[in-house]
T-cell receptor, first 113, second 111 residues
Framework: DQQVKQNSPSLSVQEGRISILNCDYT??????FLWYKKYPAEGPTFLIS?????DKNEDGRFTVFLNKSAKHLSLHIVPSQPGDSAVYFC????????????FGKGITLSVRP | NAGVTQTPKFRVLKTGQSMTLLCAQD?????MYWYRQDPGMGLRLIHY???????AKGEVPDGYNVSRLKKQNFLLGLESAAPSQTSVYFC??????????FGDGTRLSIL
């Protein structure tokens, strides 16, 4: 049973446009959500996070939105740049679960010059 | 500033062989984790540790053992490697409240 779902395996966007990456979850006990970015042959690197008590968090070109009632979060990248091309993983932390993270399958973002 | 270091980076094993993957972190983190990444599967937690001398099972622990004898090191062992364990293995560490930091992975192929 997949608790964190990234239903679109890939996304292609023109440079300068907005990239919207979506993530859905099923576990109501998740209290903290993160996005990681991964380049080939490297480990995932933390990008941005949001607590369940907030509905938006912004860091430069990256904004994460959380809709708790819909159990949905999204990552917006504006403007998209070719260097943003990577795999993006959505992850969620369960309250009191020893900080274990549950990851989605990832989405491959390609930003076309 | 090394962060999380994994050794080796690549390894090819034959079915039935054993090996140990080493993870070392220099950030004094209490928590350490081992994940595997397979195509189309995302990252799945194998085992984790909440402190020196502790270990616990994650989502996919079968066929693996771990040890955390020193706070900075977390070892992942395969006692009898199987082709199904061909994967990319990632180690991560964290404080428990801040995001986890990942190593660059070990690519393991089992023939």
């Amino acid at each position: 049973d997949q608790q964190v779902k990234q239903n679109s395996p890939s996304l292609s966007v023109q440079e300068g446009r907005i990239s919207i990456l979506n993530c859905d979850y099923t576990n109501s006990m998740f209290d903290y959500f993160l996005w990681y970015k991964k380049y080939p042959a490297e480990g995932p690197t933390f990008l941005i996070s949001i607590s369940s008590i907030k509905d938006k968090n912004e860091d430069g070109r990256f904004t994460v939105f959380l809709n708790k009632s819909a159990k949905h979060l999204s990552l917006h990248i504006v403007p998209s740049q070719p260097g943003d091309s990577a795999v993006y993983f959505c992850a969620a932390r369960d309250t009191g679960a020893n900080s274990k993270l549950t990851f989605g399958k990832g989405i491959t973002l390609s930003v076309r010059p | 500033n090394a962060g999380v270091t994994q050794t080796p980076k690549f390894r090819v094993l034959k079915t039935g062989q054993s090996m140990t993957l080493l993870c070392a972190q220099d950030m004094n983190h209490e928590y350490m984790y081992w994940y595997r990444q397979d195509p189309g599967m995302g990252l799945r937690l194998i085992h984790y540790s909440v402190g020196e001398g502790t270990t616990a099972k994650g989502e996919v622990p079968d066929g693996y053992n771990v040890s955390r004898l020193k706070k900075q090191n977390f070892l992942l062992g395969l006692e009898s490697a199987a082709p199904s364990q061909t994967s990319v293995y990632f180690c991560a560490s964290g404080t428990g409240t801040q995001p986890q930091h990942f190593g660059d992975g070990t690519r393991l192929s089992i023939l």
